[in-house]
């Protein structure tokens, strides 16, 4: 398939799709910006309160709620 010759009017722009420069440019930044928050998220580590590395509670603070929620249960 051949293309039509250029008649000046596309200067700067992608004659397959369509896209200029700045276009591509501007797709490029999003990705990136969306690349960098799903990195963010997936391999960030997520602590919770009261939890250690590993997903392990602390034996003390673990004694702590026990007797907090049966105090409670029985007000």
């Known amino acids: 398939m051949t293309m039509p010759p250029s008649t000046g009017h596309d200067v700067g722009r992608n004659t397959q ?3 200029t420069p700045m276009d591509l440019s501007n797709r490029t930044v999003v990705q990136v910006v969306v690349l960098a928050l799903v990195a963010q998220v997936t391999l960030s ?3 919770s309160y009261g939890w250690l590395p590993g997903g392990k509670r602390s034996v003390g603070e673990l004694e ?12």
Request: hydrophobic share 40%; no cysteine; glycine share 6%.
């Open 45 to 47: 580590q997520h602590w």
């Open 17 to 19: 799709n369509g896209e």
């Open 64 to 75: 702590a709620t026990i007797k907090a929620s049966t105090i409670y249960l029985y007000l």
